[in-house]
């Protein structure tokens, strides 16, 4: 099983609104990564995730708060986003082995968010 | 900076031809290129990964190829097909001093490909 899932499929959210994206894998991988991919762009890298711990964070603001509860689950919490952060949110999972984060990375089928 | 270039942007073919996608970065301490497929709205399906120590990989239809000397990758597609079409990214996984990586890809723009009947 190569999957990595996200929900919701769809998020339309308010300026003042707090929602969260949740992405899950049951591939034993720990590494999980978020990226962001605005419209006819290559997604950017915001956060990666290492044995549940953070060990990348590419300057995203703080209205993005990422958290990972265990190794099959990764979450993102939004707050007071602005409506440039309309983009499609997709999450990631590779294997991480001898200290190393690297190998394939599978990538889920993405949350199309949209600010108001 | 690791930065990575696709080239060409865009691609029109008709069905059956054969045809090569190129990638081309300009930091040779790269752990890995993986080569993705993306259909509008999607997520990225990954076609091939080819390690560093590696020179090609090759899956059904796909032949993808590493030459980390000259900074360049191609993706061959064998006999296409409409359902083909798609955008194609490569991305690079950057290794750091000691020969691990952080995790970090670095793609490309990407090749939108249309393979027409």
């Known amino acids: 099983d190569t999957e990595v899932t996200q929900t919701p499929k769809h998020l339309v959210m308010g300026m003042t609104n707090k929602k969260s994206l949740k992405c899950e894998q049951h591939?034993?991988?720990?590494?999980m990564y978020w990226y962001k991919q605005k419209a006819k762009k290559p997604p950017e890298l915001m956060f990666v995730?290492?044995?549940?711990?953070?060990?990348i964070n590419e300057s995203v603001p703080s209205r993005f708060s990422p958290e990972c509860p265990n190794s099959s689950l990764l979450n993102l919490h939004l707050h007071a986003l602005q409506p440039e952060d309309s983009a499609l949110y997709l999450c990631?999972?590779?294997?991480?082995?001898?200290?190393?984060?690297?190998?394939?990375?599978?990538f889920g089928p993405g949350t199309r968010l949209t600010v108001l | 900076k690791q930065e990575v270039t696709q080239i060409p942007a865009a691609l029109s073919v008709p069905e059956g031809e054969n045809l090569v996608l190129n990638c081309s970065f300009t930091d040779s301490a790269i752990y890995n290129l993986q080569w993705f497929r993306q259909d509008p709205g999607k997520g990225l399906t990954s076609l091939l990964l080819?390690?560093?120590?590696?020179r090609e990989q090759t899956s059904g239809r796909l032949n993808a190829s590493l030459d980390k000397s000259s900074g360049r990758s191609t993706l061959y597609i064998a006999a296409s097909q409409p359902g083909d079409s798609a955008t194609y990214l490569c991305?690079?996984?950057?290794?750091?001093?000691?020969?691990?990586?952080?995790?970090?890809?670095?793609f490309g723009q990407g090749t939108i490909l249309t393979v027409h009947p």
């Open positions: 591939m034993g991988h720990r590494a």
């Open positions: 990631a999972s590779s294997q991480k082995s001898g200290g190393v984060v690297g190998n394939e990375q599978f």
């Open positions: 991305a690079g996984l950057i290794a750091n001093a000691g020969g691990t990586s952080y995790g970090k890809l670095t």
């Open positions: 080819i390690q560093s120590s590696q």
């Open positions: 995730y290492s044995y549940e711990k953070l060990s």
